[in-house]
Each structure stands twice: as structure tokens, then as C-alpha cells.
């Protein structure tokens, strides 16, 4: 059973850009969370998304964006850049989004920004 | 709100020693509890759970207990491998439906031979 996809696994951007980050979730699952871990917050979240509806959001700027196709496969998108953003992002996915689920994370998109 | 309170690390073990990493966390009623494992260059993967009060989780020798008198689920391995040196988070779930896990700020371990 393939796990959770994420692409492209490395980007590279500058200030000012706009970044677009995919995930596919494991087959079945149609909840996909987003998390930006960096050195110095650790994991914060960032929104998710059930059913091509984002359920919950965190404390980031709306500059972070995202949307969920309805095959459950979610894109997150950044817009204008900040060399803050530099981070490893992560997706996660469930099959039906209960709390007490646990989640399976994909390996990230470290985007390291110039 | 939810939130977790992880030991921060390093943590440095000579291999065979005993392992604890102590987690303590503040919820809304008796939420799951979950350990995640980040091994370098990859994502999270989930370590252990465990659903209720007084309930043990264990998985490839490591074990934590609910423990809702003190708010605890520590971690605990009795004899640490070179392999699982890695980055430790505790979790817990949102206090409403959805799936946006409050972590630890998570503990390195490094296990030397």
C-alpha cells in the first residue's frame, strides 16, 4: 500500500515568489493536514482539509493557502515568500479525519528560500 | 486549549541503556495520546498510541502509559539500539473534530555505539 506522496521532495525560491506544494494521500483517506516544522517553532500546523473543505486552520498568515481535489489529493500554496518560511513541510493524511485516528505523514518539501 | 510539554534534548545514550523522555500534556477530558518517531531525512511516523486512561501502548520495544492522575505518557525503551536515534514527538488531538495535532516541541535522541 503506497503511503503518503509528496512533491517535490527539495525546492528552491526566492523572496518574493509564490511556491505550490503537492500531496497525495494514502488510497481512501480523505482527511490531508499540513504542518510547517522549522529549528525553532518545531511542528506547527497549518490547516486541513476534509472532503475538499477546509475543516480547521492555524495561526499563519494568508499567505499560506490550500485546496483538496476531489480525488483527496491537497495542494498548499505560498505566496510572496519570506526567507522565514524556509521549513520542512509536511502532509499527513487519515481515513476519515476522527481525532483519535492517527495520521501518516509523507516525507516533507524542505523549500529553502533565498 | 490542548497543548504538550516535551523534556527538550539532546538526549545522548550509550547503546543498551534505558531510555525515558517524559511528556506531560494539558486537554479537555481524556483525549488519545500518541508518540511519533522522525528518523533523519524522513517524515513522522507513529510510534505508539494509546485511547484511554491507564492504557499502555508499546510498539518495537518502546512503551508509554496514560497516566491521567499526573497527566503523563512518558516514553520508555529498556535497552536503546544505535537505530533509534531520532527525534521524538508526544501528541494529542484537537479538542474538537479534525485532525490537527498539538505537538511536543519533540527530543533528539542519539544513540552511540
Known amino acids: 500500500k503506497a503511503g503518503v506522496t509528496q512533491t517535490p521532495r527539495y525546492l528552491i525560491k526566492t523572496r518574493g515568489q509564490q511556491v505550490t506544494l503537492s500531496c497525495s494521500p494514502i488510497?481512501?483517506?480523505?482527511?490531508v493536514s499540513w504542518y510547517q516544522q522549522t529549528p525553532g517553532q518545531g511542528l506547527q500546523f497549518l490547516f486541513e482539509y476534509f472532503s475538499e473543505t477546509q475543516r480547521n486552520k492555524g495561526n499563519f498568515p494568508g499567505r499560506f493557502s490550500g485546496r483538496q481535489f476531489s480525488n483527496s489529493r491537497s495542494e498548499m500554496n505560498v505566496s510572496t515568500l519570506e526567507l522565514g518560511d524556509s521549513a520542512l513541510y509536511l502532509c499527513?493524511?487519515?481515513?476519515?479525519?476522527?481525532?483519535?485516528?492517527?495520521?501518516?505523514f509523507g516525507d516533507g518539501t524542505r523549500l529553502s528560500i533565498l | 486549549g490542548n497543548s504538550v510539554t516535551q523534556m527538550e534534548g539532546p538526549v545522548t545514550l550509550s547503546e543498551e541503556a534505558f531510555l525515558t523522555i517524559n511528556c506531560t500534556y494539558t486537554a479537555t477530558g481524556y483525549p488519545s495520546l500518541f508518540w511519533y518517531v522522525q528518523y533523519p531525512g524522513e517524515g513522522l511516523q507513529l510510534l505508539l498510541k494509546a485511547t484511554k486512561a491507564d492504557d499502555k501502548g508499546s510498539n518495537k520495544g518502546f512503551e508509554a502509559t496514560y497516566r491521567k492522575e499526573t497527566t503523563s505518557f512518558h516514553l520508555e525503551k529498556g535497552s536503546v539500539q544505535v537505530s533509534d536515534s531520532a527525534v521524538y514527538f508526544c501528541?494529542?488531538?484537537?479538542?474538537?473534530?479534525?485532525?490537527?495535532?498539538?505537538f511536543g516541541g519533540g527530543t533528539r535522541v542519539l544513540v552511540k555505539p
Open positions: 499527513a493524511s487519515s481515513r476519515t479525519g476522527n481525532s483519535n485516528q492517527p495520521q501518516h
Open positions: 488510497s481512501g483517506h480523505r482527511s
Open positions: 501528541a494529542l488531538p484537537p479538542e474538537a473534530a479534525g485532525n490537527k495535532l498539538t
